[in-house]
T-cell receptor, first 117, second 111 residues
Framework: DTAVSQTPKYLVTQMGNDKSIKCEQN?????MYWYKQDSKKFLKIMFS???????INETVPNRFSPKSPDKAHLNLHINSLELGDSAVYFC????????????????FGPGTRLTVL | ELKVEQNPLFLSMQEGKNYTIYCNYS?????LYWYRQDPGKSLESLFV?????AVKQEGRLMASLDTKARLSTLHITAAVHDLSATYFC???????????FGAGTRLFVKA
């Protein structure tokens, strides 16, 4: 059983399109994250939800909108895609939210490689 | 804001040799993590270090934490080709929620 799954794995699209990436975790974790990994492998957090509540909202364009219908799912919708959005997007989950006393090790999904043409 | 710096960023080493990757961070932290990423793959947790002086070992990898120096090390003993990957350290600042990742160290072990 896959602990953190993402769909699709690859996404190739034209500039200006709108696309969504879905993430699901079956670990029973309370917190989920979206990260962007650029071509130089630099990993930057974008959003985090704890029990469906947004707790981290980094400075990203408002074309990016996360949605958490329940604590096992966190989706990322991107409007008006731009060339600079091309990257690998990772979803992750952890038991706590970083401010708790648990170890909060994050479990990462396989990634979605987004290519904007 | 918390900054996390790793060095070296790239490391090419021969099998059988030892080496250390360093991770410095700029503010106080309760937790430090090491992750491994194979090319084209996801990140996998290696270690979590929770207190000053913590040391954890698995196989040929050993991680340690000095919170006073704000420094963690990942020591590789008698490297083998299978250890070739990118290693990230990541830190959550004291009282914070956000995990900040270092830039990663790309390790290549030559057979």
């Amino acid at each position: 059983d896959t602990a953190v799954s993402q769909t699709p794995k690859y996404l190739v699209t034209q500039m200006g399109n709108d696309k969504s990436i879905k993430c699901e975790q079956n670990l029973g974790h309370d917190t989920m994250y979206w990260y962007k990994q650029d071509s130089k492998k630099f990993l930057k957090i974008m959003f985090s939800y704890n029990n469906k509540e947004l707790i981290i909202n980094e400075t990203v364009p408002n074309r990016f909108s996360p949605k958490s219908p329940d604590k096992a799912h966190l989706n990322l919708h991107i409007n008006s895609l731009e060339l600079g959005d091309s990257a690998v997007y990772f979803c992750a989950s952890s038991q706590g939210s970083g401010g708790s006393t648990s170890t909060d090790t994050q479990y990462f999904g396989p990634g979605t490689r987004l290519t904007v043409l | 804001e918390l900054k996390v710096e790793q060095n070296p960023l790239f490391l090419s080493m021969q099998e059988g040799k030892n080496y250390t990757i360093y991770c410095n961070y700029s503010t106080t932290s309760d937790r430090l993590y090491w992750y491994r990423q194979d090319p084209g793959k996801s990140l996998e947790s290696l270690f979590v270090l929770l207190s000053n002086g913590a040391v954890k070992q698995e196989g040929r990898l050993m991680a340690s934490l000095d919170t006073k120096a704000r420094l963690s090390t990942l020591h590789i003993t008698a490297a083998v080709h299978d250890l070739s990957a990118t290693y990230f350290c990541a830190v959550i600042p004291t009282g914070g929620f956000k995990t900040i990742f270092g830039a990663g160290t790309r390790l290549f072990v030559k057979a």
